[in-house]
């Protein structure tokens, strides 16, 4: 976390403790990010010459990793559901289908070009020609970031849970949130490293307690 904070207080835009993904993405595809590791749906959007000024002028890699071959994936999806008080289910589960099927891969492509593709959904995308055409730069690379992703074994150490960041408990967006506020206290200056870390590690233990899991 002191390598994170000091690379973002030092080399980072402005305000990144309330920098996130769409604010993020507006900065890169202006030309006023140099480098970023955040999700591989972006590549398409760094991608569109309509939307980005950097676009084929961008590279794309795995990110960085220390002495692990697992690398430093994660996973994360972007799920449709159907609430269980939806008075239309059946439409709904309809909807979901079509959504993520190749029918409505090749109808995008069509209105708005393969470039626009929802990528990340469907195998049969990243092998068909055209997109690989338009979509050579990034296609193999977020490909194999999606592939080598392996929530059964995701850490150096074996984990005691199944997931890449993360973990599949009702508490989890409580303890993700508070940890956030701590790392975001330590960016903007208002807490060290160290209380920020103490603070989230104490949370953290407080919700799993009053969750029933027992220990530390």
């Not at 269980?84 to 069509?110: C, D, G, K, N």
Request: aromatic share 10%; net charge positive.
């Amino acid at each position: 976390m002191s390598l994170y904070v000091e690379l973002l207080q030092r080399y980072g835009p402005p305000g990144s403790a309330a920098n996130g993904y769409n604010e993020l993405l507006g900065l890169f595809r202006a030309g006023r990010c140099a480098l970023w590791v955040d999700a591989t749906i972006a590549a398409g959007f760094l991608s569109d010459p309509a939307a980005s000024r950097v676009a084929g002028r961008v590279g794309f890699a795995q990110a960085p990793r220390a002495v692990t071959a697992k690398g430093a994936n994660w996973l994360w999806t972007w799920s449709l559901a159907v609430p269980t008080t939806s008075e239309h289910p059946q439409e709904a589960r309809r909807f979901a289908a079509w959504a993520t099927s190749r029918a409505y891969t090749e109808l995008v492509a069509r209105e708005r070009g393969w470039a626009a593709v929802p990528t990340g959904t469907r195998r049969s995308t990243y092998e068909h020609p055209q997109f690989q055409r338009v979509a050579g730069a990034f296609a193999a690379a977020e490909r194999k970031a999606i592939d080598s992703a392996d929530p059964d074994d995701p850490t150096l150490p074996r984990s005691p849970y199944r997931g890449i960041q993360y973990a599949a408990i009702p508490e989890f967006q409580t303890i993700g949130v508070a940890i956030g506020q701590q790392l975001a206290a330590a960016l903007s200056g208002r807490a060290s490293v160290d209380q920020a870390l103490h603070a989230a590690q104490t949370t953290a233990e407080r919700e799993l307690r009053a969750a029933g899991y027992g220990g530390r």
